[in-house]
């Protein structure tokens, strides 16, 4: 088989340069007249050298950015095991209505007396999630989850300190199979964090947890269903111990795409919560958009949301309270308007089209996709949980194919040569060679099928001993395997011109 070709290209796949190595500063895809009588107005900052800026005609523009969304892998090519990403179909109705011209060209400074519709539009999106989640406020500003993980645990904060214990309180307790933004957060936000350690079943137990409480605890932060892909049994009573203990329930919402529907977090006792958008209600995310965080927030930590709110008079029109000094305890703002509008857009548009009994068939759905590839993988994976039924995505490791040679990064890079972005690896932390698979709800049958297929293929593939064939693949990417450690502890961040370097040191 061929694995090189004198063009470089792969079949119809071309290969393509760095704009900056194809491009030059005299090319160009438009053709005006010199401006008249334009004075020079720089006062001598006038650049001397040329920018060196790459110059394309129109169609090689055009080519060059087409070749490289060719090499992209992407939810509308092909099934995306992404675990913990929840990379599902985004319903083209929402970007439809995320481009109207009332919500998409606004200004976030422009008179609120005219921006009612959208004010309008985000209120309806905090009713609708205050209303899945079962509490009572949201601030909607936060642009991602970490980002809403982030004003949680400021409302923590502040409610700590409005009670005197801002001091005293400054542990956060974090199980060890936390996404890695949970300590982070805690920590970013002035908190010391104590790891609660794993168990063999996956699951938080209130054991542990209370052997860990203390009157210096501010908060847990629980992911529920957690990483592993499970439901945590214990949540209740282990909120009840955390608020006997004077601190706070802080639940990473993640994952409330296998619960939408079914289980308020708000009955769980959770005090807040941050919900990803561009995850449970559809919109595009990683390379394909902006995210949203959008936090809720229990009895208790609603006074201290960040600004700005959206309040309701009497006749009917919307006002924004802008400022934390207008609005009491408000602990400040996340940023600098009033979120992402374009998803709020979208997130509306996904509910409101699926109504509340298409959402909880969304959640249903998801958990019985997980299921089906459990079910189908299990007798070929070793599964460290795969006993019992998973939520929305199902875990496997590499224990069965280890002693065999083959690892969790050579299977992955394998069923890159199959046409598929791989699952998640080595997360969640607490299980060793992790491979975390998350199908959704929105693969049918056929593509889940396909899937396996190809992982049993896969695994049969390991079992015949042929470890070569996984430590050269891919074979068939436009790059082969990449030096991962190097290009994490060594980013190249800038391109340079052949000989620049030289050029440099030469007047140095
Ligand atoms: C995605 C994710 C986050 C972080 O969300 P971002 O929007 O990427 O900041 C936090 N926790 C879990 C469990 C996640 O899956």
């Known amino acids: 088989m061929i694995t090189e070709t004198t063009s470089g290209n792969r079949g119809l796949q071309q290969a393509e340069p760095l704009i900056f190595e194809t491009g030059h500063a005299t090319g160009t895809g438009v053709d005006l007249p010199a401006p008249k009588g334009a004075k020079d107005r720089l006062g001598g900052l006038k650049r001397k050298a040329a920018l060196d800026l790459p110059g394309l005609s129109e169609p090689e523009t055009m080519r ?18 992404l675990g913990s990403c929840t990379m599902k ?33 985000m209120d309806d ?28 645990m400021l409302a923590i904060k502040a ?65 529920n269903p957690n990483t592993c892909g499970l439901f945590e049994p214990e ?11 004077g601190a706070y329930l802080y639940c990473d919402g ?59 008079r009497a006749d009917g029109s919307r006002v924004l309270v802008e400022h934390a000094e207008d609005d009491g305890e408000a602990f400040g ?3 600098a308007f009033h979120g992402q509008m374009g998803m709020f857009t979208r997130a509306l548009a996904y509910m409101m089209s699926h109504g509340s009994d298409g959402l909880r068939q969304v959640a249903e759905d998801a958990v019985l996709n997980a299921n089906y590839l459990r079910a189908r993988l299990k007798p070929h994976f070793s599964a460290p949980f795969g006993d019992r039924p998973c939520m929305h995505e199902v ?32 997360f969640p932390l607490v299980v060793h060679g992790a491979m975390l698979i998350e199908p959704t709800e929105t693969e049918p049958k056929r593509e889940l099928d396909r899937f396996a297929d190809v992982m049993i293929a896969l695994a049969e593939r390991v079992n015949a001993g042929d470890v070569q064939f996984f430590k050269q693949s891919p074979q068939l990417t436009p790059m082969r395997r990449l030096d991962d450690t190097r290009a994490a502890r060594q980013p190249k961040l800038r391109w340079r011109r052949a000989g620049d370097d030289a050029a440099r040191k030469a007047a140095e």
């Open 64 to 81: 060059h950015f087409v070749r490289l969304s060719q090499k992209n892998y992407a939810i509308d090519l092909g099934l995306f095991p």
């Open 89 to 121: 179909h985004n319903p083209r109705l929402n970007e439809r209505v995320a481009r109207l011209e009332g919500f998409a060209d606004l200004h976030p400074l422009q008179p609120t007396s005219t921006i009612q519709g959208a004010l309008e539009l």
């Open 125 to 152: 999106l905090a009713h609708w999630l205050c209303t899945l989640t079962g509490m009572p406020a949201v601030a909607l500003s936060p642009k991602a989850g970490a980002h809403g993980e982030f004003a949680g």
């Open 159 to 223: 409610a700590l300190e409005a009670r005197g214990e801002g001091e005293k309180r400054k542990r956060v307790l974090v199980p060890s199979s936390a996404h890695g933004t949970n300590p982070a957060t805690a920590a970013a936000a002035g908190f010391t964090v104590d790891e609660i350690p794993g168990r063999a079943d996956g699951r938080v137990h209130l054991d542990d947890v209370k052997a860990k409480l203390g009157s210096d605890v501010a908060a847990i932060m629980i992911t």
């Open 235 to 245: 949540i209740r009573n282990i909120a009840d111990a955390i608020h006997a203990a």
């Open 254 to 312: 993640a994952n409330f795409n296998a619960i939408v529907g079914k289980v308020r977090p708000g009955d769980l006792g959770v005090d807040a919560m941050h919900i990803n958008l561009h995850k449970t209600f559809s919109t595009p995310h990683g390379g394909g958009g902006p995210g949203a965080g959008p936090t809720v927030l229990s009895e208790a930590l609603a006074p201290f949301a960040p600004v700005p709110h959206i309040v309701k």
């Open 333 to 335: 703002r996340m940023c």
């Open 395 to 426: 875990l496997l490791d590499d224990e069965s194919i280890r002693p065999k040679g083959v690892e969790t990064i050579d299977l992955a890079k394998a069923l890159l040569d199959e046409g598929y972005h791989p699952f998640t690896t080595y």
